[in-house]
């Protein structure tokens, strides 16, 4: 026998599949939606649905938008020249808020991870190469966290670039290594952004 | 400048004013999202209105229900004469665990906080004081939490329901002293049962 309307044990089980809530948070969760005034409860739903509906990736650097091209991208005073290479649209946020950059980014979604079978073919590198092959860029910044599977990542596609004779540089190890670019503060990142060094 | 298109932030927002969610937490959730298949999406925010709309509280235990009455009260071979007051529609799901009690409930909606000004017209007192008045109750155990609050709450009840001449009980304090319902484990549960006392 269920312990509570199955509609709500509905929900619970919603919140409990969502990353790092348990059970204990989705049943918490769901009463605070049922406590919600009608609006408010509608407002949630509908915002699930128009960002996973409207946001997709930016056609050229691939970081998440509503628009036809992402707000870096369209921004004329922006440096097109420099393009910044970062694993997750997070990363992009945590740059951004550095205020250190006035680049473009390319955001690959992943990075290279033979454990978990992520190759070439699963993040957006084919991209990066397409972009740097039409020309007109200057320096590439490999800016994936500072670990084993980023640094690697980094490697490769340094690798990969070097037909083409742009800059390939990596973030200075101003970051803590081991440690996460999404965690990473300000001061540092810009730090990082400061100290690049040339691969 | 946004980090994120508007409808993203949007859903950070929503998922950050839940209750124990950060910001980075509501980042990672509403990334989450983005990821889920579209149908997944819907059904997710689906589910957020049909908890909201049809989850109303049952009329004569007050519990959570999205039927006429809830399934406890329905069920016809559930001992009407005894009443287990609770503070919350979880205290249910927890007593109903323990598979030690065969009557009906109460449900309270909150406990006596004169610290938090709930006073007795702010939690489902009324209802109860009326389905005792009505006849056919022969004990009302009181299951509101072990400490300063719920105590206080059982006393005032146990007054009110003197001239009523039912026997009011509290379950025993098998349950530790300073801890929550919700936590306490199923054999726990069944021992406070067992050893409740008369007020």
Do not use: W
């Not at 199955?6 to 969760?29: H, M, N, T, Y």
């Not at 922006?78 to 910044?84: E, G, K, P, W």
């Not at 950059?101 to 992520?118: A, F, N, T």
Request: proline share 6%; glycine share 6%.
């Amino acid at each position: 026998m269920p312990f509570f309307p199955v509609s709500f044990e509905e929900l619970i089980d919603r919140f409990a599949a969502l990353p790092g809530i348990g059970r204990k948070s989705a049943q918490r969760l769901a009463f605070h939606v049922l406590a919600m005034p009608e609006g408010e409860a509608e407002a949630f739903a509908e915002t699930i649905l128009t960002a996973r509906r409207s946001v997709h990736t930016c056609p050229v650097c691939q970081n998440l938008t509503d628009g036809e091209v992402c707000p870096v991208c369209a921004d004329e005073r922006r440096d097109r020249s420099v393009i910044c290479v970062v694993a997750e649209p997070r990363d992009v946020a945590s740059l951004e808020r550095s205020r250190e950059y006035r680049g473009v980014y390319h955001v690959l979604h992943g990075v290279l991870s033979p454990m978990s079978h992520v190759g070439p073919d699963d993040i957006r590198v084919a991209e990066l190469v397409k972009r740097v092959a039409a020309g007109g860029v200057e320096e590439v910044i490999m800016a994936t966290n500072p670990d084993t599977e980023g640094d690697a990542t980094a490697m490769y596609i340094a690798r990969l670039l070097k037909p083409f004779e742009v800059k390939v540089t990596r973030l200075a190890y101003g970051i803590p290594v081991g440690s996460n670019l999404e965690f990473t503060d300000d001061a540092t990142l810009a730090r990082a952004l400061e100290g690049r060094r040339e691969l």
